[in-house]
């Protein structure tokens, strides 16, 4: 299994809802990553987790709130959103937080999210 | 300041024959490069990667050369085939940590 999942794909959200984006993967990867991607701009790394440590949080405002609940699991739980936050959410995950060969990250689909 | 740049928004080839894609980067202790290609509405997918103790690096059509002196390094993909059309980015892996960084991406169209 080299799939990373995330659910929902789609999400539509007002300013004052509360949501979570939810991200598994199954190839025993310790590393775990939240990337924001905006229209025709490259993904922008948000968070890692490793061994479900939080390893870089890249000054992501708090109303974006990650958990790593266990080693195949990674949420990003979502309050008071701002219209400018809609982006394509992806999920990542590699074997380990070192960078080389063999160490490459896998990308889920993403989740579309659009808050109103 | 960007440190991965590929300057070449979009590429348009001929089915059959090469494509070449274009990254520079500026941060000469970055040592680990790969590319990705991402079709829309999806994640990108890992294609192929390169250490900088190599030059080259091939998996089938697709072929990765760098050149360190240069701080460039550029995607082949021979025979181009329609269903390589996607944006490809190009992404660096420097330092201790996973972060990678990103180049802006370049969108192939690969005509029949």
């Known amino acids: 299994d080299t799939e990373v999942t995330q659910t929902p794909k789609h999400l539509v959200m007002g300013m004052t809802n509360k949501k979570s984006l939810k991200c598994e993967q199954h190839?025993?990867?310790?590393?775990m990553y939240w990337y924001k991607q905006k229209a025709k701009k490259p993904p922008e790394l948000m968070f890692v987790?490793?061994?479900?440590?939080?390893?870089i949080n890249e000054s992501v405002p708090s109303r974006f709130s990650p958990e790593c609940p266990n080693s195949s699991l990674l949420n990003l739980h979502l309050h008071a959103l701002q219209p400018e936050d809609s982006a394509l959410y992806l999920c990542a995950s590699s074997q380990t937080e070192s960078p080389g060969f063999g160490n490459e990250q896998f990308f889920g689909p993403g989740t579309r999210l659009t808050v109103l | 300041d960007q440190q991965v740049k590929q300057n070449s928004p979009s590429l348009s080839v001929q089915e059959g024959r090469i494509s070449i894609l274009n990254c520079d980067y500026t941060?000469?202790?970055?040592?680990?490069f790969l590319w990705y290609k991402k079709y829309p509405a999806e994640g990108p997918t890992f294609l192929i990667s390169?250490?900088?103790?190599?030059d080259k690096n091939e998996d089938g059509r697709f072929t990765v050369f760098l050149n360190k002196s240069a701080k460039h390094l550029s995607l082949h993909i021979v025979p181009s085939q329609p269903g390589d059309s996607a944006v490809y980015f190009c992404a660096s892996s420097g330092g201790s940590q996973g972060n990678l960084i990103f180049g802006k991406g370049t969108k192939l169209s690969v005509k029949p």
């Open positions: 987790y490793s061994y479900e440590k939080l390893s």
């Open positions: 390169i250490s900088s103790i190599k």
């Open positions: 941060n000469s202790m970055f040592d680990y």
């Open positions: 190839m025993g990867h310790r590393a």
